[in-house]
């Protein structure tokens, strides 16, 4: 009895042991701030302490969602909500396991431009790198309610890669440009720019709530047959952004300020604490989802969704 106790025991082991080396395939942007967690992940040995055995699957973010829409991975820890609420709307068996990001969007002009906030840009030029995103139809939401404006009809909206807007708006030829962290931080601290506008603290001015943008999500089959991988995998990086918020430090030794293109003084690593670490929430629950529920309504009105399926959040995974 005590040779077939010892021998299940062993079994066991061997099981588990064999299911932590099985490698899990996660994407992950190359440049953003979805890119920081996973950095922590592999800098503090998370992946390891939580029994994963992660292949990283690094694309610029355009990239990582088409490849995740054809399934070139299971997981991503960097998935555009409204993407994936697309996805499951047109029958792709996908779902958002956790919380990614929040907002890293803002408005830059030059520091001499006349304008104090985006209702003063009325009439003018104003770039924007997509009219689809979930930080678009939020913004369109915003100008509604604080300004009674109209993106389309009120701006003369040129749409173009967050790069082009940089070069676009040194050149002039927009006023002002609606864009993302890094890029909107080294155009800031290259001089002669200002922010006019976070679009996060807006949403939060108007609705009380976080504006999010992107999930941890997942093929459904993935999910069923992986369980365990899935919660370690969400336990690795909720751990991930308890060390951010706790180690400013990890924007330096991580790499992620020189991937970002600035050097790493103190000024800078302050700047990145105060613009990063608010990103990251570490909240996945009902009032998230419910308050970013006007967000896919205005994109259901604008025609970039057709529907937002009642199954495209799972909160099992996380508990």
């Not at 066991?12 to 190359?30: D, E």
């Not at 104090?116 to 924007?128: I, P």
């Not at 139809?137 to 003369?156: H, P, Y």
């Amino acid at each position: 009895m005590n040779r077939l106790i010892a021998g299940l025991a062993w079994l066991l082991f061997a099981m588990s042991a064999a299911n932590a080396q099985t490698p899990i395939r996660v994407g992950v942007a190359t440049a953003g701030g979805t890119t920081m967690p996973a950095l922590v992940i592999s800098d503090q040995k998370l992946d390891e302490k939580h029994g994963l055995k992660i292949e990283w699957v690094r694309l610029d973010q355009n990239a990582l969602q088409k490849a995740f829409a054809l399934r070139q991975f299971d997981v991503s820890i960097a998935e555009v909500a409204s993407d994936l609420i697309r996805q499951r709307a047109r029958g792709d068996k996908v779902t958002a396991l956790y919380s990614g990001i929040m907002a890293n969007v803002y408005v830059v002009t030059k520091k001499d431009a006349p304008y104090s906030n985006f209702g003063d840009l009325k009439g003018k030029k104003v770039g924007v790198y997509s009219l689809t995103s979930s930080s678009t139809a939020a913004l369109i939401k915003i100008l509604r309610e604080r300004w009674k404006l109209e993106m389309r009809k009120d701006f003369e909206i040129v749409v173009a890669p967050p790069p082009v807007l940089v070069g676009l708006l040194q050149k002039g030829d927009i006023e002002a440009m609606v864009n993302v962290d890094p890029l909107v931080l080294r155009t800031l601290e290259s001089g002669g720019y200002k922010q006019i506008m976070d679009v996060d603290a807006a949403w939060q001015e108007l609705t009380g709530s976080r504006l999010m943008v992107t999930t941890i999500a997942a093929w459904d089959d993935f999910t069923k047959k992986n369980p365990d991988q899935i919660r370690s995998l969400i336990r690795a990086y909720r751990e991930a952004v308890d060390y951010i918020a706790k180690n400013p430090q990890a924007y330096a030794s991580t790499g992620f300020i020189k991937m970002s293109g600035l050097k790493e003084t103190p000024e800078i690593i302050k700047t990145f604490n105060e613009r990063f670490t608010k990103l990251y929430t570490g909240k996945w629950d009902q009032a998230l989802i419910d308050a970013n529920k006007a967000v896919f309504d205005t994109a259901i009105e604008l025609g970039n969704l057709e529907s937002v399926p009642n199954d495209w959040y799972s909160f099992e995974y996380a508990k």
